[in-house]
């Protein structure tokens, strides 16, 4: 593909054809911030305690609408659990009483049946008390069995570094007190009784959460919590309504649909257009970019400031992909190769694997050590288009030699390779189903391809001019493509029927100009007038054109947990642009083209 740059920079200002936008107000000329984040030490879901609740709470609704029946089946099965519970009670407290009576053979069959919870923890514990009454009775054998057989398996579990050297150490005292760790040893029967304190905790903890349990649950508590996890989500949005909103599903976290109107950052830093963005984590506070300089960039989205460069590539990117945790980045490059990132710390990214296409049917990834064997080697030519599956466990590859690929991360091979298009393939993704693979290439066809058997069961040929993007929507049933012949198209993805088409943008050269969703209600593209597009999903008219870039634009990506849009453009530069209430001349535009 060749790389084309506009001869003339447009001079067109931002304008608007499209209904009125709500009205909101932002949380940047806001000095209080919610400081809670949602992450998995706000409880301990696996928590008996909790999962108690949790079940109590469902019958509670389920009884509240009538569903009686299927509350006695819940109860039937949380049974099942409670028996286990309190089979568990039972064998700490025979445990505790075989340790007490130093009734070692006893606690041995205990340990070895018994459903015990922090169980390697308790084994380490009683198999060290046994240890240490053999040393007091000078039984050195007996006592050295114990060590190889019970506790060098379970030395992970010792109280703190070195306990375990120094039970060692005691097959060569006289006493025990002369090893370090045990200095403050005084004799068995006070040893016993320490150990079964601490099983009698164990119980205690178990038993005063049953009484806790017993608590009143206060009416309809499932909806109340539902209700407060909303109200979280509204507050902690990057936009405020002036007015409450009524959410109409609980599928996905609330987020309103703002149109950006103002550029709010430009990233400056790239030595070549900027073929492709993608949010690193989905609350977009990074940001990733590839570039013709073959280098790929993380910047801070709040302050634009570079973090990292990606190098290794020896050719141009044409497409990044970031994982949902934020933590590992794939990119496609003209290098014939495709390469995987880590970046858990975006400080200090690493290359961990290259997965070199020329040579991707016969042979696993290489590792970075050998990412030049891969490169320059003819056979598989540029890689276009790179996604992830969406259990993340396969990587979607595809580009010049006219084939996907389906790329098992954890075994390092090719599972499918699809043939069938007959020119280059611009874009391949997975709907959110992971059952179909969808791909957009030269030759002006669409297909469906069965993930499983690689069959293509579906070819749409539709647009006039090369298809440069597919993307789907978040709810699998919407195909939105975009194509050289100056329009976007919208599918019915159940009946493969056109819907809509978007025009007003320009895509007719050697670009890949793409095109996705901003949310339910938008669909954005990038253009080659050098602005960025958005239309109203439903009606198809422009409802606002973004001028900044003084080059052409290739692809626009939303993020709904900041509401800001970011842009990448053949102008060497990533721009994000958000909803400014302050930008009179953008919402007049806006109110004046609702009104007409």
């Not at 609408?65 to 039972?90: F, P, R």
């Not at 595809?398 to 611009?426: E, F």
Request: with cysteine; glycine share 6%; hydrophobic share 35%.
């Amino acid at each position: 593909m060749d790389e084309q740059k506009d001869a003339s920079s447009s001079s067109s200002s931002n304008s608007s054809t499209g209904p009125a936008t709500p009205r909101f107000h932002s949380h940047h000329s806001e000095t209080t911030r919610l400081c809670t984040q949602v992450n998995a030490e706000l409880f301990d879901a696996t928590n008996p305690r909790i999962h108690r609740d949790i079940i109590r709470i469902i019958a509670q609704y389920l009884d509240a609408q009538g569903y009686t029946s299927t509350k006695v089946t819940l109860y039937d099965e949380a049974n099942v659990k409670q028996q286990q519970e309190n089979n568990y009670i039972s064998d700490v407290v025979r445990l505790r009483a075989a340790i007490l009576d130093g009734e070692w053979d006893e606690a041995d069959r205990i340990c070895a049946s018994a459903y015990l919870k922090d169980k390697k923890h308790i084994l380490y514990s009683v198999y060290k008390q046994q240890y240490l009454e053999l040393i007091d009775d000078n039984e050195s054998q007996k006592a050295f069995t114990t060590l190889t057989k019970h506790l060098k398996p379970l030395e992970s579990q010792q109280a703190f570094q070195g306990e375990f050297r120094d039970l060692c150490y005691l097959l060569t005292t006289k006493a025990i007190q002369d090893a370090p760790a045990f200095r403050n040893w005084d004799g068995i029967a006070s040893s016993r009784e320490k150990l079964a304190e601490y099983l009698q905790n164990i119980l205690e903890y178990e038993i005063v959460g049953r009484e806790n349990e017993q608590q009143l649950l206060r009416p309809n508590r499932l909806v109340t919590l539902l209700r407060q996890a909303v109200a979280y989500q509204i507050e902690s949005c990057q936009y405020h309504a002036e007015s409450i909103p009524l959410v109409s599903s609980l599928l996905s976290d609330y987020a309103p649909v703002v149109v950006p109107n103002t550029e709010q950052r430009a990233f400056v830093g790239h030595l070549g257009n900027v073929k492709c963005t993608e949010y690193v984590g989905a609350h977009g506070n990074f940001v990733a970019s590839g570039s013709s300089d073959n280098t790929i960039r993380i910047w801070d989205t709040e302050s634009s400031e570079c973090l990292a460069t990606l190098r290794g590539h020896t050719s141009r990117i044409w497409d990044i992909c970031v994982d949902r945790m934020g933590t590992t980045l794939i990119s496609a490059s003209g290098d014939c190769t495709v390469k995987i990132w880590d970046i858990h710390d975006l400080h200090k990214p690493q290359c961990t694997a290259t997965i070199p296409t020329s040579r991707l049917d016969s042979s696993a990834s290489s590792n970075t050590a050998s990412v030049s064997a891969g490169v320059g080697q003819g056979g598989g030519g540029d890689i276009y288009s790179v996604s992830l599956t969406p259990l993340e466990s396969h990587i979607i590859m595809a580009g010049y030699d006219r084939t996907i690929r389906l790329y098992d991360r954890v075994t390092g091979r090719v599972v499918q390779t699809l043939h069938g298009h007959d020119l280059s393939v611009a874009q391949a993704v997975a709907n959110p189903l992971g059952n179909l693979i969808i791909s957009g290439s030269k030759d002006q066809t669409i297909r469906f391809w069965d993930t499983i058997s690689g069959t293509c069961v579906k070819s749409l040929r539709s647009h006039l001019g090369e298809v440069t993007s597919v993307a789907t929507s978040d709810s699998g049933m919407l195909l939105l493509s975009s194509s050289k012949d100056n329009s976007n198209r919208l599918w019915d993805l159940r009946s493969l029927k056109r819907l809509r088409r978007y025009k007003g943008h320009q895509n007719t050269s050697k670009n890949f100009i793409r095109s996705d969703f901003i949310g339910d209600s938008l669909v954005v593209g990038g253009s080659e007038d050098g602005m960025v597009y958005i239309w109203d999903r439903e009606s198809t008219s422009v409802v606002q054109r973004l001028d900044g870039h003084k080059g052409i634009v290739y692809e626009a990506k939303w993020n709904p947990k900041r509401g800001i849009l970011c842009s990448a453009s053949d102008d060497w530069t990533l721009k994000t642009w958000w909803f400014d209430p302050a930008n009179t001349t953008a919402a007049a535009a806006v109110a004046a083209s609702g009104s007409s």
